[in-house]
């Protein structure tokens, strides 16, 4: 069974940081596609970044270009969102998401992903 848990979210202030974590299981780590997703109240879910294991480079939303970085650790079957220079309108829960067997290079769409973590809560105070 695919399994995915985010970690990481948190209170912080506006111009700090957080690291965020998707912890991976029930399938081999080498060969998938994870997105990042975020949903603000009353807001559509937005696609924030996506990383593919075997080509590509990763992409990022124009809103987070050059203040997040998304990166795995395949020896731990998990993927991080970096997010620095936090504004309050990142504000949202934080899904990952995956896919098995695809490259996905550009704006992660939710309905190309199959597997989806909890969430965690991102709080971005002014």
């Known amino acids: 069974e695919v399994q995915l848990v985010e970690s990481g979210g948190g209170l912080v202030q506006a111009g700090g940081s957080l690291r965020l974590s998707c912890a991976a299981s029930?399938?081999?780590?080498?060969?998938?596609?994870i997105g990042w997703f975020r949903q603000a109240p009353g807001k559509e879910r937005e696609g924030v970044s996506c990383?593919?294991?075997?080509?590509?480079?990763?992409y990022y939303a124009d809103s987070v270009k050059g203040r997040f970085t998304i990166s795995s650790d395949n020896a731990k079957n998990t993927v991080y969102l970096q997010m620095n220079s936090l504004k309050p309108e990142d504000t949202a829960v934080y899904y990952c998401?995956?896919?098995?067997?695809?490259?996905?290079?550009?704006?992660?769409?939710?309905?190309?992903?199959?597997?989806w973590g909890q969430g965690t809560q991102v709080t971005v105070s002014s």
């Open positions: 998401a995956a896919v098995l067997g695809v490259v996905i290079t550009t704006a992660p769409k939710a309905e190309e992903y199959d597997y």
């Open positions: 029930g399938f081999t780590f080498d060969d998938y596609a």
């Open positions: 990383i593919s294991s075997s080509e590509g480079s990763p």
